[in-house]
């Protein structure tokens, strides 16, 4: 674990911001043609083994970088920025769990196609809908439609349509 070597690679300097340290590492990150090579590699770097879920590797990769420029190079230890990292990432999934949006879907390989012939036709995703809106219910119009939206992979529009006009409070 060589924390020069991973801010050489991404372009930092190693007393650099948070912020701009984590802006470089997402430029990194989309000059990978996969979306959770370039996260894995940073991981690596930074002490840690490879996530399977691209979503997931990308939260924990910017949170242990984080935390490789806030202690700095000489205070850096992998466990303690890895706790710090596991709950940030248990945070985003309860706050933004629309983020995960078919993270899990992808991670399996199924298509789409195959999941729409699967499901019986008439009313399958008003269903859905119900249930996720009666599960947030304490959240607002938009914040029920994103997550309706992104468990059901439908739009936003479509999903507060059916929060404000289906459902209706």
Do not use: C
Not at 10 to 15: A, E, F, Y
Not at 29 to 35: A, G, L, R, V
Not at 130 to 138: I, N, Y
């Amino acid at each position: 674990m060589d924390l020069n070597y991973a801010f050489n690679r991404i372009g930092i300097k190693p007393h650099t911001s948070v912020t701009r340290a984590i802006s470089a590492a997402g430029v990194f990150f989309s000059s990978f043609s996969h979306p959770g090579v370039g996260p894995n590699k940073m991981i690596t770097w930074l002490g840690g083994k490879p996530i399977g879920n691209p979503v997931e590797a990308d939260i924990i990769a910017k949170a242990l970088l984080e935390q490789a420029v806030l202690l700095g190079v000489e205070n850096y230890n992998f466990e303690a920025a890895m706790a710090v990292a596991q709950q940030k990432l248990a945070k985003i999934r309860i706050t933004m769990p629309y983020a995960f949006a078919g993270s899990e879907v992808n991670a399996v390989n199924v298509s789409k196609t195959a999941s729409k012939r699967a499901s019986p036709r008439g009313g399958d995703k008003k269903e859905r809908a119900r249930v996720v809106f009666d599960r947030e219910s304490g959240k607002s119009d938009g914040d029920i439609a994103r997550i309706i939206a992104a468990e059901l992979q439908i739009t936003y529009a479509n999903a507060y349509y059916y929060v404000s006009r289906v459902f209706k409070k």
